[in-house]
């Protein structure tokens, strides 16, 4: 039990500050779309927090561990949406913003996501894989061999 609340205080302040919280100070007393719009904003703001509370439990239940890098899982999780990618928790938080961004029509939570994306890519680049390879070794780069980084891989060679 422990595990998970470790991860719902995680996930309340540091998706939930930058999926939630920051976005709607951004918005705040901005109109939201309608229509086709609202529908495909609301759409992917689902699709973004689904993402991420997917792959939340997918942390605690099979890697015994949490999103936070200072309790991060003890396996390596390849199950769930880690199947078809191998960062879908921040996918899902870009995802999130994307919503965000097209409900309210926002220019700067559109830059924000963008700006995100960027930071995650040189995260993963700097820090995570590299520390994933030296944790987990030949399983780890067997699945880096097999699952994209950002987007499925449909074809295998």
Known sequence: ???????????????GGFGVLVPALLVRG????DGALMVLAVCLMAIGAAMYLRC???????????????????????????RYTRNPMYVGLITLIAGW???FGSVVLAWCG????IFFSL????YEEPHLSRKFGAEYD???ARVGRWLPRFFHR
């Open 1 to 15: 039990m422990k595990l998970y609340v470790k991860a719902a205080v995680f996930t309340l302040v540091v998706p």
């Open 123 to 126: 995260f993963v680049r700097i």
């Open 142 to 144: 067997a699945y880096k």
């Open 101 to 103: 961004a097209i409900l």
């Open 30 to 33: 901005r109109e939201p779309a």
């Open 56 to 82: 939340v439990w997918d942390f605690v239940v099979f890697g015994k561990g949490t999103p936070a890098p200072i309790d991060e899982p003890k396996r390596l999780v390849v199950r769930g949406l880690y």
């Open 114 to 117: 963008v700006f995100l994306f």
